[in-house]
T-cell receptor, first 113, second 109 residues
Framework: TAGITQAPTSQILAAGRSMTLRCTQDMRHNAMYWYRQDLGLGLRLIHYSNTAGTTGKGEVPDGYSVSRANTDDFPLTLASAVPSQTSVYFC????????????FGEGSRLTVL | GQNIDQPTEMTATEGAIVQINCTYQTSGFNGLFWYQQHAGEAPTFLSYNVLDGLEEKGRFSSFLSRSKGYSYLLLKELQMKDSASYLCAVMDSNYQLIWGAGTKLIIKP
């Protein structure tokens, strides 16, 4: 079972370039999330989507955009990367008809130089 | 503001018991989660508490006191594979998760 898949696993990006992190889930979960994880800080929510066709801003949305054209895919785009966006990015999904627990992808390590 | 506090790092001995505490101040409460995260890997779900009391699941137990804004994760019969970070997260009144920074647990032989 694939669960939730992220790509790429890691990427080095020049400042000012754009980048899209891909996220796909095969669990038919309604809700999907993008988090960033930085050393010494808790997971911080960037954007979320409660259902296909809707998105919302999290705690740290600036510099990021998302779309949710269908249930399975939830890409995260950095339009013009800056060094402060160097982080590990986790995509997650949840099924609120069940326990509400989050299922995470393996993460995407992004370095912006 | 909303805040989740947990110790940064703890050390314990293989075979022993360790308790990881989590205190929280949030806008509303709709449940508390514990996740385990091994270095370089994704977090994985351990437990969920929404009512006061102890939830036991094998070697792991999680306790909640809503009146005190307090939870703990209890790990028994520690194994080397339990070396990981343990993340506490609270769901607020808007059903958004607020995350602690995590507790790195080091297990020594």
């Amino acid at each position: 079972t694939a669960g939730i898949t992220q790509a790429p696993t890691s990427q080095i990006l020049a400042a000012g370039r754009s980048m899209t992190l891909r996220c796909t889930q095969d669990m038919r979960h309604n809700a999907m999330y993008w988090y960033r994880q930085d050393l010494g800080l808790g997971l911080r929510l960037i954007h979320y989507s409660n259902t296909a066709g809707t998105t919302g801003k999290g705690e740290v949305p600036d510099g990021y955009s998302v779309s949710r054209a269908n249930t399975d895919d939830f890409p995260l785009t950095l339009a013009s990367a800056v060094p402060s966006q160097t982080s590990v990015y986790f995509c997650a999904s949840s099924d609120w008809d069940n326990t509400g627990e989050l299922f995470f992808g393996e993460g995407s390590r992004l370095t912006v130089l | 503001g909303q805040n989740i506090d947990q110790p940064t790092e703890m050390t314990a001995t293989e075979g022993a018991i360790v308790q990881i505490n989590c205190t929280y101040q949030t806008s509303g409460f709709n449940g508390l989660f514990w996740y385990q995260q091994h270095a370089g890997e994704a977090p994985t779900f351990l437990s969920y508490n929404v009512l006061d009391g102890l939830e036991e699941k094998g070697r792991f137990s999680s306790f909640l006191s809503r009146s005190k804004g307090y939870s703990y994760l209890l790990l028994k019969e520690l194994q080397m594979k339990d070396s990981a970070s343990y993340l506490c997260a609270v769901m607020d009144s808007n059903y958004q998760l607020i995350w602690g920074a995590g507790t790195k647990l080091i297990i020594k032989p």
